[in-house]
C-alpha cells in the first residue's frame, strides 16, 4: 500500500496524456512535418514546470520520497553525445509515433500495437546497460 501514491500519480499522468492528445501518433506526425504548434506547446509547458520545479527543489532543499537531499549533480558539455542520443531518441520517436512515457499509455489504451515499440524500448534500455561502460559520458 506505500507504493499507491505513485500508482495514482502514473494514473494522473496517463488521463493528462490521452486528453492532452499526447499519445497521438497523427499529433506527433504534425510535428514533425512542421504542421501543428499542439506538441510544441505540450512540449514547452512540460520544460517551463520542470524550471519551475527545479528551482523550487533548489530552493527549499526539498528531500526525495525516502528522505535523501535532491542533489543535482553538473554534467559534462559534449555537443557529439547529445546530438547522438537526440538522433536516435527523435528516430524512435518518428518511427514509432510516441515516446517512452506514452507507450505505455497507448497499451492503456489497448493499441496493442505498441506491443512491439515497448519490446522495442525494453531491448534498447538493455543494450544499452550492456554497453554502458564503453561509452562516453
Request: charged share 15%; aromatic share 16%; glycine share 14%.
Amino acid at each position: 500500500m506505500k507504493g499507491i501514491k505513485f500508482i495514482l500519480a502514473g494514473i494522473l499522468f496517463g488521463i493528462v496524456m490521452s486528453k492532452s492528445e499526447a499519445i497521438s501518433w497523427f499529433r506527433i506526425q504534425e510535428m514533425f512535418r512542421f504542421q501543428a504548434f499542439h506538441m510544441y506547446g505540450i512540449i514547452g509547458t512540460a520544460v517551463v514546470l520542470g524550471v519551475i520545479a527545479v528551482a523550487l527543489i533548489k530552493k527549499f532543499n526539498l528531500r526525495d520520497y525516502q528522505g535523501n537531499p535532491i542533489v543535482f549533480q553538473p554534467k559534462e558539455k559534449s555537443v557529439p553525445r547529445y546530438l547522438i542520443g537526440g538522433t536516435i531518441f527523435g528516430l524512435g520517436w518518428a518511427l514509432t509515433g510516441a515516446c517512452p512515457g506514452p507507450l505505455f499509455v497507448n497499451l492503456g489504451h489497448a493499441y496493442w500495437a505498441f506491443l512491439v515499440a515497448v519490446g522495442g524500448a525494453i531491448a534498447g534500455t538493455y543494450f544499452y546497460g550492456l554497453i554502458k561502460d564503453r561509452l562516453p559520458h
